[in-house]
């Protein structure tokens, strides 16, 4: 939160409960919603980058295999990432579905299946 963003007084605790709760759930959405999209943006940037050339074949195991131990990470969250920007090749999630919805999501191999899924998920939330 910025420094000159203005805090009312909340004279009352209830209005000091109902305003940390409001607070702390539009916090968590944000940081998930950021969550979801470094992933997207993660895998579209490695995606980008394989189709950029020709490559050898193997290519695209190695560049995963060092970026993950370069960067400390999983090769399976980059090959997820990956995934998810191939399947979704244009960032437009749907407001509630979280990284969480999107990893069983990417695993489904038909795409009307994976639509019908998506659309049911974010209806129910």
């Known amino acids: 939160m910025p420094?000159?963003?203005?805090?009312?007084?909340?004279?009352?605790?209830?209005?000091?409960?109902?305003?940390?709760?409001?607070?702390?759930?539009?916090?968590?959405?944000?940081?998930?919603?950021?969550?979801?999209?470094?992933?997207?943006?993660?895998?579209?940037?490695?995606?980008?980058?394989l189709a950029a050339e020709e490559h050898d074949t193997g290519y695209g195991t190695q560049t995963i295999r060092r970026l993950a131990r370069d960067l400390k990470l999983e090769e399976s969250v980059l090959y997820r990432c990956l995934r998810f920007a191939r399947i979704y090749p244009i960032f437009a999630a749907r407001r509630n579905l979280l990284w969480g919805h999107y990893r069983l999501l990417i695993d489904v191999a038909d795409a009307a299946e994976r639509r019908a899924l998506e659309l049911e998920a974010d209806r129910k939330k």
């Not at 203005?6 to 409960?17: A, F, G, T």
């Not at 916090?27 to 980058?49: F, N, V």
């Open 3 to 49: 420094e000159h963003a203005i805090v009312p007084i909340l004279k009352s605790y209830p209005e000091l409960r109902k305003a940390v709760e409001a607070t702390m759930v539009r916090g968590q959405y944000e940081i998930d919603r950021a969550k979801l999209e470094t992933y997207w943006r993660t895998g579209a940037l490695i995606d980008r980058h």
